[in-house]
């Protein structure tokens, strides 16, 4: 199996679903293609929606003692929680990461889906993690997180894809260089470039995931619409689910 990594999935963490899924859909014009039960085990609920072939999910805790209700609890709810990236072989890149000094927090075994999500404070900013499904390594092939029939989901007509990923640091050289080591990317300046994404590294105060950037058809019709839903807008961005949404 040739090597290969790609950008599978942003995860955002908010203290409750509603109204941050419904917010997203109407402003963003997506759609829900699936909500996990099995997350209901770290005591959250989830909701995904899919942009192009890259998911963007939303968890929330539902009960106390959640590492998700820590995440929202020390960052003020302010930072995107999960990088997810598709490879060939997570458990090897799990090793590398050990290797650096970077734990394992937690390995998913859903066969065909096996993924290693690494520790948040060990990888800064924010959790990453490793997948692979057994069988499918067709970007719009079966992936069960999203459920049985996500691709039926995608919309392309106000939302055409997520192109990137904003990470801020005190050092964001530094954090471009510790992340590109643990995901096996060189940094260019401060930037990785991964064949379906960049993540981009800029000068903030804290080590947090800050932004998405989206390509969108009609810039205005999407700030339109996010005015509408009373969402604050500024230039081309606005705050949702904790990240700045930001569009081109």
Known sequence: MAPYLRLRQI???????????????????????????NVAKYGLENALLPVDTILLEVVAPFQDGTTA??????????????????????????????????????VIDHAPYHGVQLHPRDCRAAFIEFN????????????????????????????QALTAVEMQSPDPQGLAEHWGNIIGIAPGGAELTLPNATF??????????????????????????????GVAVEGNEFLLGGVTF???
Request: aromatic content about 8%; charged content about 25%; overall charge neutral.
């Open 11 to 37: 995860c955002l963490v908010a203290p409750q679903l509603a109204p941050v899924i419904s917010d997203i859909a109407e402003i963003m014009g997506l759609a829900v293609c699936y909500r996990d039960g």
């Open 69 to 106: 209700g820590r995440f929202i609890e020390k960052t003020g709810g302010r930072g995107g929680y999960m990088a997810i990236f598709c490879c060939n072989d997570p458990d090897e890149r799990g090793r590398n990461a050990n290797a650096m000094g970077v734990r394992t927090a937690n």
């Open 132 to 159: 692979h499904t057994e069988g499918s390594d067709d970007i719009l092939g079966p992936y069960p997180p999203a459920g049985p029939d996500w691709q039926k989901f995608i919309r392309k007509d106000v939302t």
């Open 200 to 229: 981009r590294f800029v000068k903030g105060a804290s080590e947090i995931m800050s932004a998405l950037e989206f390509r969108v058809t009609d810039v205005a019709r999407v700030l339109d619409a996010a005015k509408a839903r």
């Open 246 to 248: 930001r569009l081109s």
